[in-house]
């Protein structure tokens, strides 16, 4: 390796370069070397916006910028003609540039209104720009106009109109006062989006004689406004309270128009007293919350980027106390054209094929034109290479000098896209861009990219070498990516080496050399851990790395992603951090940084300066009492860790020695405790201190304290009186806990009696026992029962008695009186008289009921069906079954349902369910199909749900744009399974609706479709036509003359002869500009008294929609070349002139839809 290497650090292409056959999306490379003697057709790099409205205080500068070997030359058109910048002494255009500087000083702006193209042409094509459409920003004055004072009720609506003058672009809108103070606006009053301003009902308060309005022209930062208005509300015939109505928009619907991608703005304002709410609902979908937003106090819906989902009907509400009010609006969605591929450059080599494709999508559907070199397609020489398919063009066989730029149109009524695409058709031997002996330097396991960026064409094919020996197959570890990169995708120091790229084509072969070195990653074996450690102590973070040898380490140490503190108390080591004599403000993040020139690895830990707090110390008792005692304490040292609380534990010897249980916590700025203590216990107490750390030592406990016995204070909790047999009570609760007791020789005094039932409580008194179980009771009788405390030295308190029951019992009877209503043919109720409380014997839980379907009424013979069971809780005496089947017989029986089980069932009850609609036809089938006739058979319902009266058959033609024929209809009896139908179309698709019928109605229709069959006479003349030499000659002539007419209409334009727009010319001093329209200002627009005939493929001038003629051509299809373009009411308007240049549009610069009125569709 004695040559010079160039290390690079950095993998990555120089130059991406896709290999295939098809279509390359290759841009020439800006190498001088490589640039020298490689052709490159234009392209547009920086045009300004479509629509472009100046300020006539300013300059106007008209962007068009290109590239191309060699560089370009520009044009322009203005309306259609061509653009002299030479003659016209305030036009400049900037040196080797398209762009024009139109010096406006001195002279009117409108003069160079209009619609502007760039042309960008060199020897091997043409690229052209949009149509950029210059207006000038205008801020007309406000019509004077005389005001009378508005006289208007307490209580009515109002709307106060603003109606500013139309500039453009359009004025801001606001109201103000005399003293330029914007007028409140709330629910009630509000401004519209189109500048009224609206009052929902008015007050005496809004009386005033200044309601101005005001219009701000942004380009020429203007403002402009109304003449005052005077407002009086008089309140001698004040209006009442009413229900809301909508002022704006007005009646129960209307429609909206929204534009794919734009803003949609919906706005409901109404009127009523009092001042209605406004909300909005979607009824086909739910609002798009990220995308909308409310504005104007909820009367204005707005939703952001426009999407085709966003259509369908959006409801506002109008709501006050008295009632509401309801608007629908219809939002329709369309889209200008969008891309959804653009047409891309392509450079190929003689001989190969390539393919443009111009995708887009809009509503209505964009219609698409190409154009070469800015000449329609249809209108350039014919290229048998060529082949025009709607959408794509397909080059095959392309040749040396074949090279040009492509423009796809892409239109509708909303809007269009022009796109540029060159094809360059070039001979280049491979070039290698790569430098020679680039040195790659990569850590092992990490992914490598040895670079190999050539430039030839045909594209050359890399092939790649390993030691000048190996050849590289693109699979596992090696990946050859299209631009001729060679990733390895884990490397290994195995890979290092000398690699070499080669770059071929047919034209010839280029090689470079480069060279891998794979290191060993740099990793820290031992991590720094996290450290809590005591202040004055020591902190020791280790971090042990292992790295590539040949690799200079570097070891940084951090503190909080900082620098370390300058303090002679931090040691840094080989491996190590030291910390001396830690305090608190050494606590943080440490991280260790290893670094090399080609990786890194890091490591952190956080050091924590705490320390648990001392013990409390003399613990001391005081104020003692029969029940309570006072704790004192002094607490420990909290070593730089403020006390939290303190927790007092107590110790009972005499029942649990040796456990310490919680008593009590006290805040950490207290050293009192007033403790309550219970009777007959043996108390030592011990204090803990907490901070944040954690807790301290227990302290010394305190010295014993002994309390007296006493009766209990407290009776056992949860007692509860159930019956687990017929006849038995069991009573239970819950023990008391030996401190509770209070004194020795604890027992329970169970008593118990029957409710509202004269008798004494019994009682017994058990020991060590939580339940005691009464037997002999009657079933299901209510009881109350207490359980007290009761020890050596007395009584608990009086208990509390508790409701319970005796144990439950199945009921002993049915309910009677059942009684079955039939509904319909699906539903039937049931009712029943109630059991008596005395026969539920428990707690009643409700009914049961079983019903089953004996069989069909159309069947003798049962079929029983499953039982089917439905419960009813609760004291019911009524109940639905649901999902019968029509025309049947069913039965049924009820239960009492208590907690203990159920009764005895009902005598069985019979109902009869009536008949409903039939299922569908088993079956319909078509056969024996022919000419002018066919059979149709067909099965009965599988579920007739009745007595069938027979058969409904439907049936219509079916066109081959599937529109439906004329309905017949035919009537069956019930008997009938087939039928034969006639008189019939032949080759006719129909499609039959069948269904079966009882007297409740029609059952579901099951549909069929079938094809009757051709007249082969009528097939035969069809064919025979089109074989017939007359038919084959005529088609030939038409052709010819067609072609002769064209070649004439040629030679004539050549000639310069005159033409109706040659004698407009003539007829004004400048010849290249067109006239204006005086009558309203507008520009851009032509005229002439002669027909206005729609040129081939235009569009058509009623409604300004796009409709696409017999044939695919472009929009302009005569002469040289032609304008269309829409007048604002939609008519196409077209003026031919002489040579002019094509509107094309350079292939990667796609442009963006515009709004409706400005759509230019056509080349210019």
Not at 75 to 99: A, I, Q, Y
Not at 910 to 924: M, Q, Y
């Amino acid at each position: 390796m004695d040559r010079k290497r160039k290390w690079v650090l950095n993998s990555g292409a120089l130059l991406v370069i896709f290999l295939g056959r098809m279509t390359t999306g290759l841009e020439v490379p800006l190498d001088p070397k490589v640039l020298e003697g490689l052709p490159q057709p234009p392209t547009i790099t920086h045009q300004s916006s479509k629509d472009f409205i100046i300020d006539p205080r300013e300059n106007i500068l008209i962007y068009c910028e290109a590239k191309g070997k060699p560089h370009p030359s520009f044009s322009w058109t203005r309306n259609g003609t061509h653009f002299d910048v030479e003659k016209d002494s305030k036009v400049l255009m900037k040196p080797s540039s398209g762009t024009l500087v139109i010096d406006i000083s001195g002279e009117k702006a409108e003069a160079y209104e209009g619609i502007y193209q760039c042309t960008a042409r060199n020897e091997h094509g043409t690229a052209v720009s949009n149509n950029i459409v210059i207006r000038q920003s205008r801020s007309p004055l406000w019509s004077k106009e005389r005001k009378e004072a508005i006289m208007v009720q307490v209580g009515v609506s109002l709307v106060l109109q603003c109606r500013p003058p139309a500039g453009l672009p359009p004025p801001i809108i606001f109201w103000m006062d005399n003293n330029f103070q914007r007028l409140p606006q709330n629910t009630r009053v509000s401004q519209a989006l189109n500048g009224d301003l609206y009052f929902s009902n008015v007050l005496l308060d809004d009386t005033r004689n200044d309601y101005i309005c005001y219009a701000r022209f942004p380009h020429t930062q203007t403002i402009q406004q109304k003449q005052p208005i005077t407002v009086k509300v008089l309140d001698n015939s004040p209006s009442g309270e009413r229900r809301p109505s909508f002022m704006a928009p007005p009646g129960r619907s209307s429609t909206q128009m929204a534009l794919r991608g734009g803003v949609l703005e919906l706005e409901c304002i109404a009127e009523g007293l009092p001042t209605p709410e406004v909300s909005w609902y979607k009824e086909s979908g739910d609002l798009p919350s990220s995308r909308m937003s409310f504005h104007n106090f909820q009367k204005t819906l707005k939703i952001a980027d426009v999407m085709e989902a966003d259509a369908g009907d959006y409801r506002c509400t109008a709501k006050n106390s008295l009632g509401s009010a309801h608007h629908i609006i219809k939002v329709n969605v369309k889209a200008a054209p969008f891309w959804i591929s653009a047409p891309r450059n392509l450079i190929l080599a003689p001989k190969e094929t390539g393919i443009l494709t111009c995708r887009v999508s809009g509503d209505p559907k964009p219609q698409i034109a190409w154009s070469v070199n800015g000449v329609p397609i249809e209108d350039s020489p014919k290229d048998m290479s060529r082949k025009v398919e709607d959408a794509t063009v397909i080059l095959s066989d392309v040749q040396t000098g074949s090279s040009a730029v492509y423009q796809c149109n892409a239109s509708n009524e909303f809007g269009y896209l022009l796109a540029n695409a060159f094809v360059n058709v070039l001979a280049e031997a491979p070039r290698v861009l790569t430098p020679p002996n680039n040195v790659y330097q990569v850590i092992t396991n990490n992914p490598a990219f040895l670079d190999c960026a050539s430039f030839g064409s045909p594209i050359p094919t890399i092939t790649w070498f390993k030691d000048s020996q190996t050849s590289i197959l693109n699979r596992d570890p090696y990946v050859i990516h299209n631009n001729g990169t060679l990733e390895i995708n884990v490397a290994q120091s195995l890979n290092s080496g000398k690699y070499t790229c080669i770059a071929s084509n047919n034209l010839g072969t280029r090689e470079n050399h480069v060279y891998l070195e794979v290191k060993e990653p740099t990793r820290i074996l031992a991590q720094p851990e996290y450290m809590v450690v005591q202040r004055n102590r020591k902190a020791v973070f280790e971090c042990k790395v292992k790295h590539d040898p040949t690799l200079i380490p570097t070891m940084n140490w951090l503190k909080d992603n900082g620098e370390l503190p300058d303090d002679e108390r931090f040691l840094v080591d080989t491996d190590s951090l030291t910390i001396n004599d830690v305090t608190e403000e050494d606590e943080g993040t440490y991280t260790c940084v290893m670094n090399t020139t080609l990786d890194q690895d890091s490591a952190s830990a956080m050091l924590t300066v705490v320390e648990e707090p001392d013990p409390p110390t003399d613990l001391e008792l005081t104020d003692q009492r029969e029940r309570s005692v006072q704790l004192t304490w002094i607490p420990g040292d909290e070593h730089n860790s403020p006390t939290q609380k303190f927790l007092v534990q107590y110790e009972d010897l005499l029942h649990q020695a040796g456990v310490w249980h919680n008593l009590t916590e006290e805040e950490g700025t207290k050293t009192t405790a007033h403790l309550d203590l219970s009777p007959y216990a043996y108390y030592s107490f011990r204090v803990l201190a907490v901070n944040h750390v954690g807790y301290s030592r227990p302290s010394q406990p305190s010295r014993q304290y002994r309390t007296n016995p006493a009766a209990p204070d407290v009776n056992p909790t949860d007692v509860h009186g159930v019956g687990t047999e017929h006849n038995n009570l069991v009573i239970s609760w819950k023990e008391l806990t030996g401190l509770q007791s209070n004194g020795p020789g604890l027992q329970y005094k169970v008593n118990w009696r029957q409710k509202d039932v004269e008798e004494d409580w019994s009682s017994e008194t058990v020991a060590n026992a939580s339940k005691y179980v009464v037997s002999g009771t009657p079933t299901f009788v209510p009881y109350e029962v207490k359980v007290q405390a009761v020890n050596d030295y007395g009584n608990g308190p009086a208990p509390e008695a508790v409701e319970g029951y005796s144990g439950e019992d199945v009921p002993m009877s049915a309910p009677e009186s059942v009684q079955v209503l039939v509904q319909n043919g699906t539903l039937a109720e049931v009712h029943w008289e109630p059991v008596l409380t005395s026969v539920v014997r428990g707690r009643l839980q409700g009914y049961k009921v079983s019903y089953w379907r004996e069989r069909s009424l159309h069947q003798a013979e049962a079929q029983q069906e499953e039982q089917q069971v439905l419960a009813f809780s609760g004291n019911r005496t009524d109940g639905r079954l649901p999902g019968l089947k029509p025309y049947s017989l069913y039965t049924l029986n009820i239960r009492v349902v208590n907690g203990k089980g159920e009764g005895p069932p009902s005598p069985n009850h019979n109902f009869e369910t009536p008949e409903g609609v039939p299922g569908p036809p088993s079956f319909l089938r078509i056969k024996n199909t022919n000419m002018d006739s066919l059979t149709l058979e067909w099965g009965p319902p599988q579920d007739n749900n009745g007595r069938l009266t027979g058969y409904t058959l439907k049936y219509q033609p079916v066109n081959s744009s599937n529109e439906l024929g004329p309905v017949e209809e035919m009537m069956f009896p019930a008997n009938e399974t087939t039928v034969i139908l006639s008189d019939l179309k032949y080759s006719t698709r129909y499609k039959f609706y069948f269904n079966a019928k009882t007297i409740k109605g029609s059952g579901p229709t099951i549909t069929e479709e079938a094809v009757t069959i051709m007249d082969e006479a009528m097939k035969s003349n069809q064919v025979d036509l089109a074989t017939q030499g007359w038919f084959i000659g005529l088609m030939c002539a038409i052709a010819l003359l067609i072609l002769v007419l064209l070649i004439i209409c040629f030679i004539k334009r050549n000639k310069g002869g005159k033409y109706p727009v040659k004698e407009k010319e003539d007829a004004h001093h400048d010849p290249e500009i067109q006239p204006m329209k005086d009558d309203d200002g507008t520009f851009g627009e032509y005229s002439d008294t002669e027909d206005h005939k729609p040129l081939k493929g235009s569009r058509t001038p009623s409604n300004g929609t796009v409709k696409r003629d017999d044939s695919d051509d472009s929009l302009v299809d005569y002469g040289e070349g032609g304008d269309g373009q829409f007048n604002e009411d939609g008519s196409f308007i077209g003026q031919y002139s002489g040579k002019k240049e094509k509107d094309t549009h350079e292939g990667n610069e796609s442009s963006e839809a515009p709004s409706p009125v400005n759509a230019m569709n056509s080349f210019v």
